[in-house]
């Protein structure tokens, strides 16, 4: 057989599941597991039937960065989600939107939300799709999914925030929350790049403006959770950090994260048998007392990110303050080593997370505090946020909310 024939035969029958580490791999596994045995909507956990828009979102970024490795499957599982995604939005005559969750098999759900955040990942995870592909088939998707955010945007103020979606019983949700605004930020922004109408950049900076005078809290030096609400929020800060950053507003990226680490950053123990091991982790939002793995990985991604701006700050000039940044980097860059080893857990039924449906599929521990307990499941978004932050700590593929290479 020829050398050309050898390359066509491998090219058509060779796949690849390719992260360059392990980690990764093993964290995308369930949820691959998810969209090649289904109708292609990730469930919430195994022992559920409905699924997150936001967890379904975060899988098709994972699967993006998973392409750009070398797995030469991921696109397809992608395309898998984004089908259902198309084949389940709602139309309101220009606007099309999600109910935030929808069962597996397609079937909508009783008193379901549709909350502003869940569509701005939606948007994102479009447009980003289609900037990585060049395909353009979910424009029209896309466009309609920007009129029903555009929508929400508040008429009772200039600086033109996003209000926060619809209650489950169909009644306005006037509130507008940091975390949505972050993501529509971005949305918008990543929609301009594949779209360059004029309305999605000002929608971007209706959303900026809004975090700069009502989000940012000027006196505490931190992100409010929302309108009116200065609750120290962990996801607030961590999403906030990283539009902060895109922003240039590097000081106040350093102030928000110097917050979290005093204030949310804690020590707290696990016992697995006979061991104790100690973990890194972060409260939810300021004395709920829990560790919030998934927060803690989104936190090393906002982390890690900043201490890159900051020694480049550094190079030029030196601020003795930012050096307490710079050493909560390597704290949460140990924390995610502590995520790598203990989050993800095989089948042994003597650690935290076990295999408790025989599929052979990984658990992602939730939670652990005196508030809370440990919650256990083969959740999909810890593993997916992981991804996310070993990819920005490694450099190695397109970072979420960041340029194309």
Same mark, same amino acid.
């Given at each position: 057989?020829?050398?050309?024939?050898? #390359?066509?035969?491998?090219?058509?029958?060779?796949?690849?599941?390719?992260?360059?580490?392990? $980690?990764?791999?093993?964290?995308? =596994?369930?949820?691959?597991?998810?969209?090649?045995?289904?109708?292609?909507?990730? =469930?919430?956990?195994? #022992?559920?039937?409905?699924?997150?828009?936001?967890?379904?979102?975060? #899988?098709?970024?994972?699967? +993006?960065?998973?392409?750009?490795?070398? %797995? $030469?499957?991921?696109?397809?599982?992608?395309?898998?989600?984004?089908?259902?995604?198309?084949?389940?939005?709602?139309?309101?005559?220009?606007?099309?939107?999600?109910?935030?969750?929808?069962?597996?098999?397609?079937?909508?759900?009783?008193?379901?939300?549709?909350?502003?955040?869940?569509?701005?990942?939606?948007?994102?995870?479009?447009?980003? *799709?289609?900037?990585?592909?060049?395909?353009?088939?979910? +424009?029209?998707?896309?466009?309609?999914?920007?009129?029903?955010?555009?929508?929400?945007?508040?008429?009772?103020?200039?600086?033109?925030?996003?209000?926060?979606?619809?209650? @489950?019983?169909?009644?306005?949700?006037?509130?507008?929350?940091?975390?949505?605004?972050?993501?529509?930020? *971005?949305?918008?922004? &990543?929609?301009?790049?594949?779209?360059?109408?004029?309305?999605?950049?000002?929608? @971007?900076?209706?959303?900026?403006?809004?975090?700069?005078?009502?989000?940012?809290?000027?006196?505490?030096?931190?992100?409010?959770?929302? &309108?009116?609400?200065? /609750?120290?929020?962990?996801?607030?800060?961590?999403?906030?950090?990283?539009?902060?950053?895109?922003?240039?507003?590097?000081?106040?990226?350093?102030?928000?994260?110097?917050?979290?680490?005093? =204030?949310?950053?804690?020590?707290?123990?696990?016992? &697995?048998?006979?061991?104790?091991?100690?973990?890194?982790?972060?409260?939810?939002?300021?004395?709920?007392? @829990? +560790?919030?793995?998934?927060?803690?990985?989104? #936190?090393?991604?906002?982390?890690? =990110?900043?201490? /890159?701006?900051?020694?480049?700050? !550094?190079?030029?000039?030196?601020?003795?303050?930012?050096?307490?940044?710079?050493?909560?980097?390597?704290?949460?860059?140990?924390?995610?080593?502590?995520?790598?080893?203990?989050?993800?857990?095989?089948?042994?039924?003597?650690?935290?997370?076990? %295999?408790?449906?025989?599929?052979?599929?990984?658990?992602?521990?939730?939670?652990?505090?005196?508030?809370?307990?440990?919650?256990?499941?083969?959740?999909?978004?810890?593993?997916? !946020?992981?991804? *996310?932050?070993?990819?920005?700590?490694?450099?190695?593929?397109?970072?979420?909310?960041?340029?194309?290479?």
């Amino acid at each position: 057989m020829s050398p050309l024939l050898i #390359a066509l035969f491998f090219s058509l029958t060779h796949i690849c599941y390719a992260f360059p580490d392990a $980690t990764r791999t093993d964290a995308l =596994r369930w949820v691959r597991q998810e969209v090649q045995s289904s109708s292609g909507w990730v =469930r919430v956990s195994e #022992a559920s039937q409905e699924g997150y828009v936001y967890d379904n979102c975060l #899988a098709v970024l994972s699967f +993006l960065q998973a392409a750009e490795s070398g %797995d $030469t499957v991921a696109l397809g599982d992608a395309r898998k989600i984004l089908a259902f995604l198309e084949d389940h939005a709602v139309t309101d005559g220009l606007a099309s939107y999600w109910l935030d969750k929808v069962g597996a098999d397609g079937a909508s759900l009783p008193q379901v939300a549709v909350s502003s955040g869940n569509q701005a990942w939606a948007l994102y995870t479009l447009a980003r *799709f289609m900037r990585a592909t060049g395909e353009t088939h979910y +424009l029209a998707l896309a466009r309609s999914a920007a009129r029903w955010l555009m929508d929400e945007r508040r008429l009772d103020a200039a600086d033109g925030g996003i209000r926060g979606g619809l209650n @489950s019983n169909g009644t306005d949700r006037p509130w507008t929350a940091t975390e949505h605004n972050v993501i529509a930020y *971005f949305a918008f922004k &990543e929609l301009f790049a594949v779209d360059p109408v004029a309305a999605y950049h000002e929608v @971007s900076e209706g959303c900026a403006d809004w975090l700069i005078t009502r989000g940012w809290n000027p006196e505490k030096r931190y992100f409010n959770r929302g &309108e009116g609400d200065s /609750v120290l929020s962990l996801d607030a800060q961590t999403g906030g950090i990283l539009f902060l950053l895109d922003r240039g507003l590097d000081l106040e990226a350093w102030s928000a994260g110097a917050v979290v680490v005093k =204030r949310l950053l804690n020590r707290i123990w696990i016992r &697995e048998g006979r061991r104790q091991e100690s973990y890194l982790g972060t409260e939810f939002e300021d004395g709920d007392g @829990s +560790l919030w793995w998934e927060g803690a990985a989104q #936190a090393s991604l906002s982390f890690d =990110r900043l201490s /890159v701006r900051l020694r480049e700050r !550094w190079d030029s000039n030196p601020v003795p303050s930012e050096k307490s940044t710079l050493r909560a980097s390597e704290l949460f860059k140990k924390m995610v080593e502590d995520l790598r080893g203990n989050l993800l857990k095989s089948d042994d039924p003597s650690t935290v997370g076990r %295999d408790n449906d025989g599929d052979g599929g990984y658990q992602y521990a939730l939670e652990q505090g005196s508030n809370v307990g440990l919650g256990t499941g083969e959740q999909p978004s810890p593993g997916l !946020w992981l991804i *996310f932050s070993i990819g920005e700590h490694e450099g190695d593929v397109t970072p979420l909310y960041g340029e194309m290479p």
